[in-house]
């Protein structure tokens, strides 16, 4: 038996069926969506008439875009969230371990770890770090080497510290719910086919655990990206603190701040974008359908044809 059409008005009848027995349908109506629709316009409309009778020179703005120094400011923003995110992940990834070690040293001293960096300022972080010269004056390692810390610690390896190490308590939380998300069986299965610890959280529980932990840690290097902005505090010339320096100069103030915000925007669509294709890889084999990318979206859409899953 086939279930009737739904169409606007009544329902064309079915093969084999009487007239009177198809459904009448009716389109259900949605007022509050228009009303929505015409608020968003609105506020679009308002936005756009102030932004374009503000006194902004747009010239200024196009001359800033390819500037160096900005260029620069940009490359040590993208190095410096690459470095920190890169030693956050460590640090999250072996922290978790330790979280859910049974031995109640380890994983007391992670916990201790995680409610440290978790419970204070990223800025407050930032300056102790930078500062780490009054309590530590020297590093040394005994008969091999030795140098003054507030040589070592430059302002790019202050903030690189603050902010990585910050991020490592975070990640570490994700890192955490992803590993206990995988069917504890996983581990006790790899446990019987004579696989260490190690090995079966290398090749049995992470692979699995990264569904879950790639779309928070994604989100969280988008945050790092926009969190190194906080890195000036320390003396590190990042896009924002170069774009400071410039309008202190020339009073372009609003034009050099949107110019910053084009670059933040196309950084983090580029990270958007590789977030996807990463999660993408990392569902294949799961029950639940790969989405489409956006380019098979954008054929689909131009060949007037639905998109398959």
């Not at 989100?219 to 969190?227: A, P, R, V």
Request: hydrophobic residues 50%; contains cysteine.
């Amino acid at each position: 038996m086939t279930e009737p059409a739904l169409t606007a008005g009544r329902a064309r009848p079915s093969p084999g069926r009487a007239p009177d027995q198809d459904l009448l349908t009716r389109t259900r109506r949605h007022p509050g969506r228009w009303v929505g629709a015409v608020v968003v316009a609105l506020v679009a409309v308002f936005f756009v008439r102030a932004f374009a009778g503000a006194q902004i020179d747009w010239g200024v703005v196009r001359h800033y875009l390819g500037a160096t120094e900005l260029m620069t400011g940009l490359v040590t923003t993208l190095v410096l969230t690459l470095v920190s995110m890169v030693l956050g992940i460590a640090l999250g990834l072996l922290v978790a371990v330790m979280r859910l070690s049974k031995n109640p040293v380890t994983s007391g001293v992670a916990w201790f770890y995680v409610w440290v960096f978790r419970g204070t300022p990223v800025y407050l972080q930032l300056l102790l770090w930078f500062n780490l010269a009054l309590i530590f004056p020297l590093v040394s390692v005994p008969g091999v080497y030795t140098a003054r810390t507030v040589d070592l610690m430059t302002p790019f390896v202050a903030a690189a510290l603050g902010l990585g190490i910050n991020q490592g308590a975070y990640t570490s939380e994700v890192v955490r719910a992803g590993i206990l998300s995988v069917d504890e069986g996983q581990l006790e299965a790899a446990y019987t086919i004579g696989m260490s610890t190690a090995k079966a959280m290398r090749r049995v529980v992470l692979p699995q655990a990264m569904k879950v932990i790639i779309p928070p840690i994604g989100n969280e290097t988008i945050g790092m990206l926009k969190t190194t902005s906080l890195a000036s505090a320390v003396g590190v010339t990042e896009i924002l603190l170069q774009a400071q320096h410039l309008y202190f100069v020339n009073n372009r103030i609003m034009e050099l701040l949107i110019v910053c915000a084009v670059w933040y925007l196309l950084a983090v669509s580029v990270l958007s974008i590789a977030q996807f294709y990463l999660e993408r890889y990392f569902a294949r084999g799961s029950a639940r359908p790969v989405p489409p990318s956006p380019l098979r979206r954008l054929l689909a859409a131009t060949r007037g044809k639905p998109v398959l899953r």
